[in-house]
């Protein structure tokens, strides 16, 4: 496997998130989505750091969801920063389960997840088939336990950015 890490920054990030969210069946326009991707753009380019403080990006993706899902009341997410939380199965499986029980009072739901891969790769290391591996299986142990958790009629989506 010759996979490597992507190195993101956070603008890059919220890029996607809004790419996801512009497909996903958000109430955006095609041209709202483009506004905001350019708006992104003129951030990064007028910040030089690859990295937000963490408060900052936490509220843009917030802001980016309420630009997708303005006035969604049957709708519910969670963010969850991997960079800045323990990559532990106990404290991964508590909170995805606290999500989906938060998630029990609306028909849809996502659960945002960023810098995993980061989280996994530490300071200066390389990307390895081993790394790859333990990624995938940290990914398949969220999605599962969000459906084995979640009500049968609900829609709940991970988005892994």
């Known amino acids: 496997m010759t ?5 993101k920054d956070d603008y890059t990030r919220l890029q996607n998130l809004n790419a996801l969210f512009s497909v996903i069946g958000s109430g955006s326009t095609h041209e709202e989505t483009l506004q905001l ?21 936490e509220h843009c993706v ?10 969604k009341r049957n709708f519910g997410y969670t963010h969850w920063n991997a960079r800045v939380s323990p990559i532990d199965p106990l404290w991964i499986r508590a909170s ?8 029990h009072s609306v028909d849809r739901g996502v659960l945002l997840i960023s810098g995993l891969r980061e989280s996994l ?4 290391k390389r ?16 999605e599962e336990l969000v459906m084995h958790h979640a009500e049968k ?6 988005l892994f950015f």
């Open 3 to 7: 996979k490597t890490a992507d190195k």
């Open 127 to 142: 990307w390895s088939i081993k790394r790859e591996k333990c990624y995938q299986e940290i990914r398949n142990f969220i």
């Open 153 to 158: 009629e609900q829609g709940l989506s991970v």
């Open 62 to 71: 917030d802001q980016v969801v309420r630009f997708h899902f303005p006035n």
């Open 96 to 103: 995805v389960v606290e999500f989906v029980n938060s998630s």
């Open 121 to 124: 790769l530490g300071p200066n």
């Open 37 to 57: 991707q350019r708006t992104l753009s003129f951030l990064r380019e007028n910040d030089g750091k690859r990295v937000m403080p963490v408060k900052s990006f």
